[in-house]
T-cell receptor
């Protein structure tokens, strides 16, 4: 059963607007969450992360929000740029499970100019 | 510059053959991971290692093995390749107590 779910396979946004990518999880033992970005023919690259003790983390145009009661996190990109077009993966780490990550299926973001 | 490399980048092999994919990192990271990426499944953990002589099974470890004889390398072996193992394989590494993993460029494996 999927523990990390990205229910939207794709998202299309216009340049300059906000992109919101969503991620839901089922395991209450998850205590750290990460977002990765992946371009075609390249490996994923780390984007931003958040600990379960926080509800928001911001890094430039990227903000991650965590709602523990809803077991939901979201990645906001403002403003969106064509170079943001990529596949975005949500990942989670379980408390006491070392540093192994569980990834969602990914959401493909397309930003048009 | 420190980096993580994978070889080969592309491989075509026949069903039943043994295949080894190489992963080499120069960051001196203790933690190393192997994932496969398939359409509709995202990234799934195959095996991982937290140091020399340490190996652990991930979510989809059947048909795969790893060994860790030094810090820099974690080769992934497919004992008897199957068509279901056609995939893109990513190696990653991380420093102790960090959850941020650095990924290699991937190996596209086709089993015919």
């Amino acid at each position: 059963d999927q523990q990390v779910k990205q229910n939207s396979p794709s998202l299309s946004v216009q340049e300059g607007r906000i992109s919101i990518l969503n991620c839901d999880y089922t395991n209450s033992m998850f205590d750290y969450f990460l977002w990765y970005k992946k371009y075609p023919a390249e490996g994923p690259t780390f984007l931003i992360s958040i600990s379960s003790i926080k509800d928001k983390n911001e890094d430039g145009r990227f903000t991650v929000f965590l709602n523990k009661s809803a077991k939901h996190l979201s990645l906001h990109i403002v403003p969106s740029q064509p170079g943001d077009s990529a596949v975005y993966f949500c990942a989670a780490k379980s408390q006491g499970a070392g540093t192994a990550l569980i990834f969602g299926k990914g959401t493909t973001l397309s930003v048009s100019s | 510059d420190a980096e993580i490399t994978q070889s080969p980048r592309h491989k075509i092999t026949e069903t039943g053959r043994q295949v080894t994919l190489a992963c080499h990192q120069t960051w001196n990271h203790n933690n190393m991971f192997w994932y496969r990426q398939d359409l509709g499944h995202g990234l799934r953990l195959i095996h991982y290692s937290y140091g020399v002589q340490d190996t652990n099974k991930g979510e989809v470890s059947d048909g795969y093995s790893v060994s860790r004889s030094n810090t820099e390398d974690l080769p992934l072996t497919l004992e008897s390749a199957a068509s279901s193992q056609t995939s893109v394989y990513f190696c990653a590494s991380s420093v102790d107590r960090s959850y941020e993993q650095y990924f290699g460029p991937g190996t596209r494996l086709t089993v015919t």
